[in-house]
């Protein structure tokens, strides 16, 4: 993660015109609890209420904003001007009405008419402001069947384990688990489970659509202490410091692969030289990587380690040998 | 990140955010339109300022500024005697939020909504604009009772620049890679929408160069992405529906056909899950039948397979997957071809 940059004059401008009306209406409120809230740090906080206090529509004591905040409580007062938020800007109305219309979309969701009465207030308060927001879509997650998200919200608010029947198509395995849910997460166009694997004792992300049968257990499905949920801010894939890390060619046609992949190094082959790319990546077991590299079909290739190339020659030839005819007798 | 609150000289960032602060207060307090000169007057920091040049070059970029966070700074006539003077001010009923009223579960799923972009670039005003509807409002947590995460990404490098010229509609250039092609080509379009699809972000758009409507995947976008443009100065066609252009150009429904593959015992899950029929043929096979979409990449589903999956039916797959394995041995140094 690159650092946090600087924050403008303009965006802390912003932010103080939507926190004076959060805090007056929250008078006395503990600071540090008001911090968090605002999502900034106390210290934060503080200078932004040292600020305020310097500031009003005239420069008499009367005219200038009162904050204080001794003893570790907000106050905000003489304030009148600007004690109601800005209204929404473009981005702010496009993120919550786009947000609104993908949950909207949530197979088996509950809370539908919820979703539609906030749709309806916010594109009426919002006005002109909402006509962007239909010029952008976003679609959570796909085609997983809404009996299984339903029961794996079910089982994740009564706080039940459930029994996993799982696709584990990199190895090509079904495999049954015994799994306490922790959160059920869309993204990257997919519905996930995470839970504590007693299988795995681990922390566990499992596709919905690579679960064969979901059981809801009359067992209590707390997780235990030291399960911790995963940062999917990087995607859903996480490599692990003992990983093989492999070179890959990959030509014109298959440069996709850096796409979906999380890769260590990326690096441009110039045209003149076949273009595509060379990109080194980290996996834990080689069975998605054989896999890959036959899908490619020689578009991509291993260049190292030199075991790994010889594995995934054998693993081709091995193949090809279930079709005898087209490859000895066929060919002459 | 925090500015000091105690001692010491404040930053020039500091100082800006106070005199932009000023000026808000003192448009918003003004029963009538203010002049320039009232405006230095008011705000402490125009009047440190050295000259009336520099206060004036100041006070053009502040409103701007303002403007473009979208406060509605206008400009008025003071009165009749004053008509070559503009004065300045900003209309309480147009700057405020209008009050909304929500119920906690309307609060819980925009709580929801905003937090889809919790890890996306637009994380930051999606915040801000919960915080604005929960201004007035006592709210509860009640989103974890929906029991569901939904997250979009936002991984692109070019969403930001091309999400900014949807919303604006202003006209792009970019350098666009072709998944087959070597190197990319500069494209001049006018941007209609931008659409998450199975994971991906796909901007539609009308090519200005080849006059006809087009579908960019933004991770295939290299560079940075330019204006080439203002801002309004196209229309977007008003039967334009951006799921079903990226559903019809993007992915590609196709007719099925039936095939019979050669599963290995405790191998090919996925293949069994979508067969029709599976039978048995020993202990070590097992014959699938099933219906495959296009036979390009269905043969590169079962060439993943390797030895666990052999083609009996139809022949054309079978030669696709052959030649997909003559592909990958011949790249790692094998076969004789």
């Not at chain 1, 303009?10 to 959060?22: F, G, I, N, S």
């Not at chain 2, 929906?146 to 900014?164: N, Q, S």
Request: hydrophobic share 40%; net charge negative; with cysteine.
């Amino acid at each position: 993660m690159p650092p946090a940059p600087q924050e403008t004059a303009t965006a802390r401008l912003a932010r103080l015109l939507t926190m004076v009306p959060w805090l007056v209406n929250r008078q006395g409120i503990d600071l540090e609890e008001a911090a968090a809230d605002l999502g900034v740090s106390t210290e934060q906080l503080e200078a932004d209420l040292q600020l305020l206090f310097l500031c009003g529509y005239g420069q008499m004591p009367d005219e200038l904003i009162e904050a204080d905040w001794e003893g570790g409580r907000v106050f905000v007062g003489n304030a009148d001007s600007i004690a109601r938020p800005l209204r929404l800007g473009v981005d702010e109305t496009v993120t919550l009405i786009v947000g609104l219309r993908a949950l909207r979309e949530v197979p088996g969701l509950d809370e539908r008419d919820a979703v539609d009465r906030a749709l309806a207030k916010l594109e009426a308060a919002a006005g002109e402001a909402a006509d962007p927001a239909s010029r952008v879509l976003a679609e959570v997650a796909d085609d997983t069947s809404a009996d299984l998200l339903a029961r794996a919200r079910t089982a994740l608010a009564t706080r039940r384990r459930v029994h996993l029947r799982y696709l584990v198509p990199a190895r090509d395995e079904a495999t049954e688990r015994d799994v306490d849910p922790m959160r059920v997460v869309g993204i990257d166009g997919r519905w996930y489970l995470e839970g504590w694997c007693h299988r795995a004792e681990d922390t566990r992300l499992f596709r919905l659509d690579r679960v064969e049968e979901l059981s809801v257990l009359d067992v209590d499905g707390t997780p235990p202490p030291q399960a911790a949920e995963r940062d999917l801010s990087e995607g859903t894939f996480r490599p692990a410091p003992d990983d093989l890390v492999v070179t890959l060619r990959l030509l014109p046609g298959a440069t996709w692969v850096s796409d979906y992949y999380p890769v260590e190094s990326l690096e441009e082959v110039p045209a003149t030289e076949g273009g595509g790319q060379v990109v080194r990546i980290a996996t834990a077991d080689t069975a998605w990587l054989h896999r890959l590299l036959r899908r490619l079909g020689g578009r991509g290739y291993v260049t190292e380690p030199a075991d790994v190339v010889a594995e995934v020659r054998e693993g081709a030839a091995a193949a090809l040998a279930g079709y005898p005819r087209r490859t000895a007798a066929g060919e002459r | 990140m925090s500015s000091q609150s105690g001692g010491g000289a404040p930053s020039a960032a500091q100082v800006k955010t106070e005199r932009l602060l000023n000026l808000v207060l003192v448009l918003l307090y003004a029963r009538r339109p203010l002049a320039k000169a009232q405006i230095r007057r008011l705000v402490p920091q125009y009047g440190q300022s050295a000259s009336t040049e520099a206060f004036e070059r100041m006070f053009e970029r502040d409103k701007d500024e303002l403007r473009e966070l979208g406060i509605p700074l206008v400009t008025e006539d003071i009165d009749a005697f004053h008509d070559d003077e503009p004065g300045y001010r900003i209309h309480q009923r147009d700057y405020a939020l209008p009050d909304i009223a929500f119920e906690p579960d309307e609060l819980a799923v925009l709580g929801l909504a905003s937090r889809t972009w919790a890890q996306a670039s637009l994380a930051g005003p999606a915040a801000q604009a919960l915080r604005k509807l929960r201004a007035a409002g006592v709210e509860r947590d009640t989103e974890s009772l929906i029991g569901i995460e939904p997250r979009l990404r936002t991984a692109e490098p070019a969403f930001d620049a091309v999400k900014d010229a949807v919303v604006r509609r202003v006209p792009l250039t970019f350098t666009y890679r072709r998944p087959e092609a070597a190197e990319g080509a500069e494209r001049r379009v006018q941007p209609w929408s931008l659409v998450s699809w199975h994971g991906r972000w796909y901007l539609n758009a009308w090519d200005l160069d080849r006059e006809a409507p087009r579908v960019f995947r933004l991770s295939r976008i290299s560079g940075t992405v330019r204006r080439a443009g203002r801002p309004g100065s196209f229309e977007v066609p008003a039967d334009h529906e951006p799921r079903v252009m990226v559903d019809s150009m993007a992915g590609s429904a196709t007719q099925s056909s039936p095939a019979m593959l050669r599963v290995r015992v405790g191998a090919g899950h996925a293949l069994r899950l979508r067969a029709r029929t599976v039978g048995e043929v020993d202990d070590e096979w097992s014959l699938v039948d099933l219906d495959y979409g296009d036979v390009w990449s269905f043969a590169e589903e079962v060439a993943g397979y390797g030895a666990d999956v052999v083609v009996e039916q139809p022949p054309e797959l079978v030669d696709a997957v052959v030649e997909r394995l003559r592909g990958t041995l011949a790249a790692h140094g094998g076969g004789g071809s």
